[in-house]
């Protein structure tokens, strides 16, 4: 989606090892947030941030960690991926919350 | 925590019926959103309907909202192949969070 990236689109990688994903905007939204979706879950929303190094846990963060270092960059940490993070992560953005969120287009990761 | 509940899970319907989906939450809110999710991509945001709102349109959308019911309903009329997606509801949290409901998915048959 325009003004919001995701990178990498795809991974895979072994369990144990740290995996860092992106979400880049060019949007200045203040809000950004980390949802992760999985069949029979529908998206759950993992961490969030409500501006530069102000973040917050969402309902399914134990083991995700993130940051904020800059307006257009969160990034989101498994510490030590185990294969129930296997899963599509999308970051979304906004600065108007009540009034919506722009999702980027998903990353899919699979640990194995 | 509040959370739409979409109900049907699966709709399967031809092209150029009506589609109705229907949401419930748990607790009192401000406004209540609708995305729509294609295959493997992100959500797009369709729809916002506020609290003191009932009924709103947009193209083929038609949003109502009972909030003495606590539900919503998504009805996309005259439907094509290319509605053909994932339909979830969503509400507002608590800190700018939105909580989503596991979604509806609609196959528009040719």
């Known amino acids: 989606d325009a003004g919001i990236t995701q990178s990498p689109r795809h991974k895979v990688t072994e369990t144990g090892t740290p995996v860092t994903l992106r979400c880049h905007q060019t949007?200045?939204?203040?809000?950004m947030y980390w949802y992760r979706q999985d069949p029979g879950h529908g998206l759950r929303l993992i961490h969030y941030s409500y501006g530069v190094k102000d973040t917050d846990k969402g309902e399914v963060s134990d083991g995700y960690s993130v940051s904020r270092s800059k307006t257009e960059d969160f990034l989101l940490t498994l510490e030590s991926a185990t294969s129930s993070q296997t899963s599509v992560y999308f970051c979304?953005?906004?600065?108007?919350?009540?009034?919506?969120?722009?999702f980027g287009s998903g990353t899919r990761l699979t640990v194995v | 925590s509040q959370q739409g509940e979409e109900d049907p899970q699966a709709l399967s319907i031809q092209e150029g019926e009506n589609a109705t989906m229907n949401c419930s939450y748990k607790t009192s809110i401000n406004n209540l959103q609708w995305y729509r999710q294609n295959s493997g991509r992100g959500l797009v945001h369709l729809i916002l309907?506020?609290?003191?709102?009932r009924e709103k349109h947009s193209g083929r959308l038609r949003v109502t909202l009972d909030t003495s019911k606590k539900s919503s309903s998504l009805l996309i009329t005259a439907s094509r192949a290319a509605d053909t997606a994932s339909y979830f509801c969503?509400?507002?949290?608590?800190?700018?969070?939105?909580?989503f409901g596991q979604g509806t998915t609609l196959q528009v048959k040719p």
């Open positions: 949007e200045n939204h203040r809000y």
């Open positions: 969503a509400t507002p949290g608590r800190g700018g969070k939105l909580i």
């Open positions: 309907i506020r609290s003191n709102e």
């Open positions: 979304a953005i906004s600065e108007d919350p009540s009034a919506g969120y722009t």
